[in-house]
């Protein structure tokens, strides 16, 4: 057993993965923790004994070679030998080696926010270079929006998830997508019978797999008076510290009500006046700093057509004001077919990022809910959301 301080950023999840133990065994070794929703910077813990796996340094070695060798994020292996300098390593010292994810960069068993994101993006790159990593500008506390570029044809498609906090499954499913097509390509070899080097060939697909990252961190760590949007957070969440229904960004603005297509309309329709976790429209169009980012990324790649994943509901939204080409429909159809998702002919909905999309590019858009079940779905979904989500997102590279 051993203590460990918690620190910003940390979840019950984070904790777990790093020191290679159970959720339940953290619980069982600290019956203090009543409330499950979030734990605090400074909160004390005791960190029951892993099952150990031990590494002997050989000539040569550094932390960050033995974390490249064994697939282990370089912060784990730090933190599962917190009484040993990296600096000071020796030839015949024993280490210990936390659990890592095996031949899978990106982790879908445990909950999937910005922090594992990045490291995942970073981890990709290195693994398959001819990936295209870029910021497309910052959130409203100056987080990196981030986009990722996958194959170089005149064909060009955008995807994007994690426009809503609390539908952050999205972000994993994208990521998982990015891995497996890049396996695929790498190794010339097919992805649900699809030859993608083909399709990597054709296509130049844009991924921003996180549109509104402080709206996930909201929803996976919770607040502490150190946040800077505390006191407006707690007053527009009605007093509750439990922000898993929270959709917004951190400014309690729905980003997918902020595109401008009949944004009025929309504003009037939800009639909400003010922040708070769900469908406040903001002050004007495009206000938000995420908002604004997708939109500007959107105009500048002039894109053939687009895909934003959601959560939850397993069907395909694909019109919008009779604005779409006939072909929609088409690729609705078909979308349907390789996910089992229905096609929807969606009426009472404006100011959406497809809905702008279609109205004014005339191309065919689409919103997918992908599951079903209450929001924020529990990571133990995505397997079954994967394998009906990942259909649509390979047939989107070939449709167009």
């Known amino acids: 057993m051993r203590t460990y301080v918690v620190r910003s950023g940390d979840t019950l999840n984070r904790i777990a993965k790093r ?189 921003v797999p996180m549109v509104n990252p402080d709206g996930v961190e909201l929803v996976q760590e919770g607040i502490t008076e150190a946040h800077p949007y505390y006191k407006q957070l707690l007053e527009w969440n009605n007093g509750s510290f439990n922000f898993s229904g929270w959709k917004s960004n951190i400014r309690g603005v729905d980003l997918n009500d902020q595109f401008p297509a009949n944004w009025e309309v929309e504003r009037d329709r939800r009639a909400v006046s003010g922040p708070g976790p769900r469908d406040w429209v903001g002050p004007s169009p495009l206000s938000e700093p995420e908002a604004r980012t997708i939109a500007n990324f959107t105009s500048n790649n002039n894109f053939d057509m687009v895909i934003a994943f959601h959560t939850q509901g397993e069907e395909i939204y694909w019109n919008y004001r009779d604005l779409e080409p006939p072909v929609s429909e088409q690729i609705a159809n078909h979308f349907q077919s390789v996910s089992g998702y229905k096609p929807v002919k969606l009426t009472g909905s404006d100011a959406g990022y497809k809905d702008w999309f279609i109205q004014d590019f005339r191309r065919p858009g689409f919103t997918v809910e992908a599951g079903r079940g209450v929001n924020p779905l529990p990571i133990s979904d995505f397997p079954r959301i994967y394998n009906e989500a990942v259909g649509i997102m390979i047939e989107g590279l070939k449709v167009i």
């Open 19 to 207: 020191f290679g133990v159970s959720i339940n065994a953290i619980l069982n070794a600290n019956p203090q923790l009543t409330n499950m929703d979030y734990i605090i910077p400074g909160q004390v813990l005791q960190i029951p004994n892993a099952q150990l796996n031990y590494y002997v340094i050989q000539a040569g070695d550094t932390f960050y070679g033995i974390s490249q060798k064994f697939n282990i994020q370089l912060d784990s292996l730090l933190a599962a030998n917190p009484n040993v300098d990296p600096s000071q390593l020796y030839v015949g010292q024993m280490i210990i080696l936390p659990n890592s994810s095996g031949n899978s960069i990106v982790d879908t068993t445990s909950e999937y926010g910005y922090q594992e994101m990045v490291e995942d993006m970073n981890a990709l790159k290195k693994e398959y270079p001819f990936l295209e990593v870029v910021s497309l500008g910052k959130s409203v506390m100056g987080k990196d929006i981030w986009a990722i570029k996958i194959g170089g044809g005149p064909k060009k498609v955008h995807y994007n998830g994690s426009f809503h906090a609390n539908e952050w499954i999205t972000t994993p499913l994208l990521m998982k997508f990015i891995e497996d097509y890049a396996k695929a390509y790498s190794s010339d070899g097919t992805l649900r019978g699809s030859d993608m080097k083909r399709w990597y060939e054709n296509t130049t697909l844009w991924v």
